[in-house]
């Protein structure tokens, strides 16, 4: 089975301070992806990747960054947190021969808030 | 922009009740759609993908339809369980996952 592992289920932080969410996956997925996901928004996404060192933009990357140094981990990173940012965050992975036909797998979450 | 809808946004049947969740898409235009649950607090599962050339998929006591040109996929659960009581969301694919906003099942012992 394909494992997503998130790093934190539930993170505090303050305002204005540097934030790291690690993803990191086992099954050699070329595709990872970040989303958030609030209530009567849905899940939208913020980065994707689709192999090392490579990112592009989802539909909500202000204020968000990301890194992706090997195939298995890709991080999430708010530069400078604000309490609009305080969501639920998930990681997901796929493999690649189309980035769409693949399913994706994803991990249990990152619930973060921002005080 | 693709906007996916789900209806109802909630349901609650007694045990045993088949369960039939919607979905509707509005660009026809995609490489598959994907059935998830999720459960509170947690991620999503994957339960199904239906790939754009295929009209169904079955797994279990699960069956999703899909009819690309209508803009609209259904996922029917047979004989449905206290269990199968999650939050089911659909996606759907153009290189990107555009997700509804939900189907909240309550089944009732």
């Known amino acids: 089975d394909v494992k997503v592992t998130q790093s934190s289920r539930y993170l505090v932080k303050r305002t204005g301070e540097k934030v790291f969410l690690e993803c990191v996956q086992d099954?050699?997925?070329?595709?990872m992806f970040w989303y958030r996901q609030d209530p009567g928004l849905g899940l939208r996404l913020i980065y994707f990747s689709y192999d090392v060192k490579m990112k592009e933009k989802g539909d909500i990357p202000e204020g968000y960054s990301v890194s992706r140094e090997k195939k298995e981990r890709f991080s999430l990173i708010l530069e400078s947190a604000s309490t609009n940012q305080t969501s639920m965050y998930l990681c997901a992975s796929s493999r690649t021969q189309g980035i769409g036909n693949q399913p994706q797998h994803f991990g249990d979450g990152t619930r973060l808030s921002i005080l | 922009k693709q906007e996916v809808t789900q209806i109802p946004a909630a349901l609650s049947v007694p045990e045993g009740e088949n369960l039939v969740l919607n979905c509707s898409f509005t660009?026809?235009?995609?490489?598959?759609l994907q059935w998830f649950r999720q459960d509170p607090g947690k991620g999503l599962t994957s339960l199904l993908l239906i790939q754009s050339s295929q009209r169904e998929q079955t797994s279990g006591r699960l069956n999703a339809s899909l009819d690309k040109s209508s803009g609209r996929s259904t996922l029917y659960i047979a004989a449905s369980q206290p269990g199968d009581s999650a939050t089911y969301l659909c996606a759907v694919s153009d290189y990107k996952l555009s997700f509804g906003a939900g189907t909240t099942v309550t089944v009732r012992a």
């Open positions: 099954m050699d997925h070329e595709n």
């Open positions: 660009d026809s235009a995609i490489y598959n």
